[in-house]
């Protein structure tokens, strides 16, 4: 086993909106399996790494920041491996998500992205947005305001105002899916790891095909270029119609979070056998 060292890198609070805790303890625990193969690792923050102090050629990173991003993409252009890809995490932004989405013939709720300081009233009613979701686009999120419930066009400019008083440039306001949310998390591998969850009540039968949710997000992930990923779908028992209407990079993975433990170290080790062929 080529023994290159690793450098785990934290996400920043500011992103881990309600989830600090969960978000670090995947990381540690992935930290430990892997320490206990006998890989070095070194945990650093972000604020870390934008001063310096990562030199690692192999980078897991659950980063959000711009600057942090950067400075990631930086490194991969020079030959480190870094999972998840930088490219990918800024892919998860919501001005770009949609647009990747929609273009892979991915089913994505109708939306449309906005500047906070424009009035949009007429386009969203001649849509036909009623109900819908006003989520800042700029950035991840970072406050449960982010991702904002409206009810008319009326309400949803409200909303653009608002963001636009708290320094948010770009927003995207999506219409509404009706049907049963269903929360999902996954790793790209050999060995590919998904487990899914809804909120009905026990002995519910939600009636949908479960590989077909696993290749709808499969293909969700590999167009947005990430390997470890987490997200909402929305099935529609009706038309039984699947709608993914989040996805984003490595999640807290909190409900079966021992499993994918396992899966992703699975996947590092493997993507660090491949890459350190490149290097010989």
């Known amino acids: 086993m080529t023994d290159f060292p690793i450098a785990a890198i934290l996400r920043s609070p500011a992103y881990s909106p309600n989830h600090i805790a969960n978000d670090a303890a995947i990381l540690n625990a992935v930290v430990g399996a892997l320490r206990r193969r006998g890989r070095k690792v070194c945990v650093y923050t972000e604020r870390e790494l934008q001063q310096g102090a990562v030199t690692e050629p192999v980078i897991i990173s659950m980063c959000r920041e711009q600057a942090s991003l950067a400075l990631l993409r930086e490194m991969e252009y020079a030959g480190k491996l870094v999972i998840n890809s930088a490219y990918g995490i800024d892919n998860c932004r919501r001005e770009l998500l949609g647009k990747?989405?929609?273009?892979?013939?991915?089913?994505?709720?109708?939306?449309?992205?906005?500047?906070?300081?424009?009035?949009?009233?007429?386009?969203?009613?001649?849509?036909?947005?009623?109900?819908?979701?006003?989520?800042?686009?700029?950035?991840h999120a970072q406050h449960k305001e982010d991702i904002t419930p409206v009810f008319s066009p009326e309400e949803a400019q409200e909303i653009?105002?608002?963001?636009?008083?708290?320094?948010?440039?770009?927003?995207?306001?999506?219409?509404?899916?009706?049907?049963?949310?269903?929360?999902?998390y996954g790793v790209l591998s050999?060995?590919?790891?998904?487990?899914?969850?809804?909120?009905?009540?026990?002995?519910?039968d939600l009636n949908f095909n479960s590989e077909e949710l696993l290749s709808l997000c499969s293909r969700a992930a590999e167009t947005l270029g990430l390997e470890v990923f987490g997200g909402d779908a929305v099935y529609d028992p009706k038309n039984k119609n699947i709608v993914i209407i989040n996805i984003n990079d490595w999640?807290?993975?909190?409900?079966?979070?021992?499993?994918?433990?396992?899966?992703?170290?699975?996947?590092?080790?493997?993507?660090?056998?491949?890459?350190?062929k490149t290097k010989k």
């Open 100 to 139: 990747r989405l929609l273009a892979a013939g991915i089913n994505y709720p109708d939306n449309i992205v906005s500047p906070t300081d424009l009035n949009i009233i007429p386009e969203l009613k001649a849509r036909g947005f009623e109900r819908a979701w006003v989520k800042r686009a700029d950035s």
């Open 160 to 184: 653009l105002h608002e963001y636009f008083m708290r320094g948010i440039r770009s927003a995207i306001v999506e219409a509404h899916i009706d049907g049963i949310l269903i929360k999902f």
């Open 190 to 204: 050999a060995s590919p790891f998904f487990h899914c969850f809804h909120r009905l009540s026990p002995g519910v």
């Open 251 to 276: 999640p807290s993975f909190a409900p079966c979070r021992p499993e994918a433990v396992k899966a992703i170290t699975g996947l590092i080790q493997s993507r660090i056998n491949k890459w350190s």
